[in-house]
């Protein structure tokens, strides 16, 4: 695939980048590992511990405040985990970025300018 | 199905312990959310009117954004469906909602501080808007208005409905409610369209349908905001008042594990129901009534619970339905019978003005966990129709990957993103929707699991759970006004949602189409009629079409749902993260998501002849649609060239 030559070497360094999107590039890859680290826990724990076997009945089971114990360690313990690792990603590692003003209505000003340009180059 | 003339006598019969104090807050609730439509309607004539119409002005603060992302995102599901998922399967159901620990950081942390920055650097006021502008492209911006527009048409039909059948179950007993029915029941007679609705359904409908168009017409985006703020306080105080209530009343948690590992399921039936000599009178046996057949030499005692409405004419002996079908016999009852020891033992009858015997016609156990002592308080749950149980481990991957991915491609999510007022609001709003979704979903397993014990034989109106818990709850402390409160929260869960899908649908048509397509230049004067005349033809015209919905309902909320994040979620996600992102790879992504969507349902419909997907290794459709939109995106991008340096120094480098 040829691509065309004034792009090939218009890759950005990370200063030239605005470090709002690096900054959320940061806080998003945070969340994806959150998120890969809770699902493999909750569903190795649950899973393991949880389910059962074709045919087994379990008419004892054991109970941690309440609730069987697979359930404390595979959904409510990391609940909590998760609770306490957002409140961390929200108040100290999340960036307090500038997002800029809001440009009211610019989309639709160039919109409309295109269409007049078209509209000239038109009658010309 | 025929239905006999509802007679006043009849209707009130059935109601048990009958309550106007639902109906009493309902009433207070909905003057309240006009209250907030008005207020916030004074703020439209200040301020530029698309932006603040449909966006807010970009101006919520951390409560006002938190509590309208969190109520949006919870339906009336939350409230009616996932308790009775947790009545009928258990303690599997922690790990069905599992993923929730971790949405709140998801959907909005992901995509947030991004697309919010985005929109603002070119004023989009829609998702369609702001991906037309990252990629200068009319032609995305279309299809993705289209696609808007297909997916919560259907949608909104379908909440139109589910919200009104909710209303018409928490009303059910309410007399005030029940005589409504009776009069539109002969109003509508005959009537053309009208005619053939359920009077009930109805006078459900057009309260309901009227309350959300008139404050989302009449407010817009801040109307929607500050009455799903109403709506939200209302949705948690109602978990955390039922929650200690639920476990005073069965003596703790650990008390509702020990009876649920002990109980089985119930085995649906089918029972012809008699009396031992004729009536002068007629008998009604009301739809839950609990007939017991005593121990005797050949059999041990045996406790079923009616399903439906049955009534033995005078001089008669049998019972027979009160709802005829033209097809089956009329004296088989449909009913549940009880299997777990101790609720056999505790149970009595329900006093009729007869005593009633019930033989067994017809009995179908559960497919998976019949008969198996546990099986509520492990996986994969027990479940009538799937020999695998409830949720198989890849069902509970695929659960854990859609909550969390499907809730972050909703556009009607997406929109919201885009109307918090800075980055320091966005932090906040994090942690306050974390701490409050910790507060509704894990104690809302912990009510229900408490609910199986204290009220057993509800599996065939399991929907119903939710309004009988609270009644229970509320009666053991004496107060019943409370019961009205703690209902009023799934009003408020479906309304939320409503009242988002149905400005989405409206932006779409007059910015995205009209606007920005027909014509640029509209006078604000031409596009503020515009707004409000098609915010409530929409409205009306879903109202109208959910008179007569369409089948498959419940999948079509599905459908749509996931349908949207399908197609929404790679190309936005890429759009806002990847410099190198271009119009070629969001179209054909975008497309492609659609598309495998669509084709898992239609040789679903093929195969199974219901709106039901195919689902590849048992994985869910969404699943599949996402990968294969996610690949086609970035395959198409690096197959074709680079998007023009402009436009990524605008949206991804420095500013000077």
Redesign the interface.
């Known amino acids: 695939?040829k691509?065309?030559p004034?792009?090939k070497n218009?890759v950005?360094t990370d200063d030239?980048?605005?470090?709002?999107?690096l900054?959320?590039?940061r806080?998003?890859l945070f969340?994806?590992g959150?998120?890969a680290a809770?699902?493999t826990w909750?569903?190795f724990v649950?899973?393991n511990y949880?389910?059962?076997d074709p045919g087994?009945?379990?008419?004892?089971?054991r109970?941690i405040?309440?609730?069987?114990s697979?359930?404390f360690w595979?959904?409510?313990v990391?609940?909590v985990v998760?609770?306490i690792?957002?409140?961390w990603?929200?108040?100290f590692f999340?960036?307090?970025?500038?997002?800029?003003?809001?440009?009211?209505?610019?989309?639709?000003a160039e919109?409309?300018e295109h269409?007049h340009e078209r509209e000239e180059a038109r009658h010309d | 199905m025929t239905e006999r003339a509802l007679t006043p006598m009849l209707l009130l019969a059935q109601s048990t312990a009958a309550s106007n104090s639902a109906i009493v807050t309902f009433a207070i609730y909905i003057l309240g959310v006009l209250g907030l439509a008005w207020l916030s309607s004074r703020l439209l004539l200040k301020k530029q009117f698309l932006s603040e119409y449909f966006l807010g002005s970009r101006s919520l603060g951390v409560w006002a954004f938190a509590l309208t992302f969190a109520a949006t995102s919870a339906s009336g599901g939350s409230f009616i469906g996932f308790p009775s998922l947790v009545y009928t399967h258990g303690w599997i159901v922690a790990l069905w909602i599992g993923s929730y620990m971790v949405v709140p950081i998801f959907t909005m942390g992901l995509l947030g501080k991004r697309i919010n920055q985005v929109a603002r650097k070119t004023g989009a006021i829609t998702i369609p808007d702001v991906l037309r502008d990252r990629f200068d492209s009319p032609v995305f911006g279309s299809l993705a208005t289209a696609l808007i527009v297909f997916f919560m048409s259907f949608n909104l039909i379908a909440q139109f409905k589910g919200g009104s059948v909710i209303l018409q179950t928490l009303l059910a007993d309410v007399p005030l409610f029940q005589q409504t029915s009776v009069f539109t029941a002969g109003l509508i007679k005959g009537m053309p369209f009208f005619g053939q609705a359920n009077p009930g359904y109805l006078v459900c409908l057009i309260v309901f349908a009227l309350v959300v168009v008139v404050y989302t017409a009449y407010g817009g985006f801040r109307a929607v905001v500050w009455t799903d703020v109403l709506q939200g306080l209302v949705m948690v105080g109602g978990v955390v008042i039922m929650l200690p209530l639920a476990l005073w009343q069965i003596g703790g948690l650990d008390k509702a594990t020990r009876e649920m590992t002990s109980t089985t399921t119930p085995d649906k039936v089918e029972v012809r129901l008699e009396i031992p000599s004729p009536l002068d009178k007629a008998m009604v046996i009301p739809n839950r009534s609990w007939i017991v057949e005593p121990a005797s030499e050949s059999s041990p005692r045996r406790v079923f619970r009616t399903a439906e409405l049955a009534t033995v004419p005078a001089g008669s002996l049998a019972a027979t339905r009160f709802v005829e079908s033209k097809t089956d016999d009329p004296s088989r009852i449909p009913a549940i019978e009880i299997t777990t020891d101790f609720q056999i033992e505790r149970i009595q009858a329900t006093p009729l003005d007869a005593p009633v015997r019930a033989t067994v016609i017809k009995s179908t156990q559960h497919v998976f966990g019949a008969d198996r002592k546990g099986v509520y308080v492990t996986g994969p749950g027990p479940e009538a129709g799937k020999a695998d149980g409830f949720l198989p481990l890849s069902l509970a991957i695929s659960f854990f990957f859609m909550w969390t991915f499907s809730g972050a491609g909703q556009p009607s999510n997406m929109v919201r993103l885009m109307a918090f007022k800075d980055s320091s609001t966005l932090r906040k709003a994090i942690f306050t929707v974390a701490i409050y979704y910790s507060l509704i979903y894990f104690p809302l397993v912990i009510i229900f699991c408490c609910a199986r014990v204290l009220l057993p034989g509800w599996e065939a109106e399991s929907d119903r759970i939710m309004p009988e818990m609270t009644k229970v709850l509320t009666h053991a402390i004496n107060m019943p006004w409370l019961a009205g409160l703690l209902v009023a929260a799934p009003f408020a869960a479906v309304m939320s949602t409503m009242d988002s899908f149905l400005l989405m649908i409206s932006s779409a048509l007059v910015r995205d189409v009209y606007q920005r397509n027909i014509n640029p230049e509209a006078s604000e004067k031409t596009i503020k009629r515009l707004t409000y005349v098609v915010t409530v033809a929409v409205g009306a015209a879903a109202m109208l079409a959910a008179v007569s919905p369409p089948r498959f309902l419940q999948d079509i909320i599905v459908f749509t749902g996931s349908g949207l994040s399908t197609s929404f979620l790679a190309p936005v996600t890429l759009a806002l993260y990847w410099p190198r992102f271009n119009k070629a790879g969001a179209i054909s992504g975008m497309a492609a998501g659609f598309v495998t969507h669509i084709m898992l349902y239609a040789v679903g419909f093929l195969l199974y002849g219901e709106m039901r997907p195919i689902e590849p290794l048992n994985f869910h459709p969404f699943l599949i649609g996402f990968a294969m939109s996610l690949a086609t995106s970035i395959g198409v991008a690096l197959l074709t060239a680079p998007p023009p340096h402009e436009l990524v120094r605008k949206f991804f480098y420095r500013t000077a």
């Open positions: 695939m691509f065309p004034a792009a218009r950005a030239q980048y605005d470090p709002v999107f900054h959320a590039r806080e998003a969340i994806l959150l998120f809770c699902v909750s569903i649950c899973y949880g389910y059962l087994e009945e379990r008419a004892v089971i109970t405040l309440g609730m069987p697979w359930v595979g959904i409510a990391p609940w998760v609770d690792a957002t409140v990603f929200c108040f999340m960036v307090d970025d500038d997002l800029g003003e809001a440009h009211e209505g610019d989309d639709l919109q409309i269409m």
